[in-house]
């Protein structure tokens, strides 16, 4: 079954790109089998987001691990705000969170935002009965280790905000099973794909072939930052991670659970933290990246857990399995 997402336009539109994924898809199984591992294309980016929302760290390696991309002591999605009621805090509400930048200094994690001091926290807090802490992400509520009230007033007085506190999900701590998630759709998460503060999963697939498709549509460009994709794929066609059911990078081995559908984060300007007023590039994949069964929201990118874990690296060779 293909799993490509076309055009919505007239008839002939829509023929012609039904003929056209069916030829790249006729032409994909020709070239090696689905039932094994072929070249796709090369990792051309790799991203880490160790606190959810906050800016990224574009890296030359890191390791895939079964909880998300690690990079020296990060972990991806390891730390994340909450509000007052434990609930977490992400770019949708407080786009200006895209400006806080974290770097590892030794044994502490330094955060710089425009107009304040920098602050350090530990890099990995010990778990004690007075730290420990609940934060609900989705429909999960988790223990976490709250950092304490210095980064908390720092969080509050850059967001204007009262009550906000910092969580972290050390290594000792539960870890949330993306197989519970509750979506309006049947997803392919197995018990035991793990993850901390993330959406769903551990790992989200872009091509950049599928942005530049995307900026074409577009009267301003968008960066793929504004994705916040872990994995960024060269060398492919757009929209060619669709169909791919695992990936093989290096010792690594990735597998597809669905689509990403798309929110209002998308359209945060990730170097000035504000929303586009038209809700670019939202309203552009809209309409042309719906699909069945994921409703009104657009498609864009692949969800994927780790099967298993190894270090990968950009230039590496990316082998896929079909749909």
């Known amino acids: 079954m293909s799993h490509n997402i076309f055009d919505q336009g007239s008839p002939a ?12 898809k006729y032409m994909a199984g ?11 294309g090369r990792v051309g980016q790799i ?20 909880l998300g991309m690690k990079w020296k002591e990060f972990i ?16 949708r509400q407080e786009p200006t969170m895209a400006l806080i930048t974290p770097n590892i200094m030794g044994d502490q994690v330094e955060l710089t935002a425009p107009g304040m001091e920098p602050i350090t926290i530990p890099v990995n807090p010990t778990v004690t009965d007075s730290n420990k802490s609940k ?59 793990m993850t901390a503060f993330s959406d769903y999963c551990g790992y989200m697939v872009l091509s950049n072939a599928s942005l530049a498709d995307l900026n074409k549509r577009l009267e301003n460009p968008v960066p793929i930052t504004n994705f916040r994709a872990n994995i960024v794929v060269d060398d492919c066609e757009a929209y060619a991670e669709d169909s791919w059911s695992s990936l093989q990078i290096g010792e690594a081995q990735l597998r597809a659970l669905d689509a990403c559908t798309r929110c209002i984060l998308t359209t945060v300007d990730q170097e000035k933290g504000v929303k586009d007023k038209k809700e670019e590039p ?42």
């Open 13 to 24: 539109a829509v023929f012609a790109a039904v003929a056209a994924g069916a030829a790249m």
């Open 30 to 40: 020709f070239m090696f089998p689905r039932n094994r591992y072929g070249y796709v």
């Open 47 to 66: 991203w880490v987001y160790p606190f959810k929302s906050f800016k990224g760290h574009s890296v030359q390696e890191a390791d895939c691990t079964a």
């Open 76 to 91: 991806d999605r390891h730390w994340t705000v909450a509000t007052a009621n434990g609930v977490y805090l992400t770019q």
């Open 135 to 193: 934060v609900t992400i989705k429909t999960d509520t988790v223990d976490s280790i709250d950092c304490g009230d210095k980064v908390a007033d720092w969080l509050c007085r850059y967001f204007k905000r009262t009550g906000l506190r910092l969580h972290y999900s050390s290594p000792s701590l539960e870890k949330r099973d993306a197989s519970k998630a509750k979506k309006p759709w049947t997803h392919p998460a197995k018990p035991g794909d």
């Open 282 to 323: 939202l309203s552009t994949l809209k309409k042309y990246r719906l699909k069945d069964p994921y409703g009104p929201k657009p498609c864009f990118g692949i969800n994927f857990t780790s099967d298993k874990p190894g270090k990968i690296r950009v230039g590496d060779p990316i082998y896929a399995k079909l749909h």
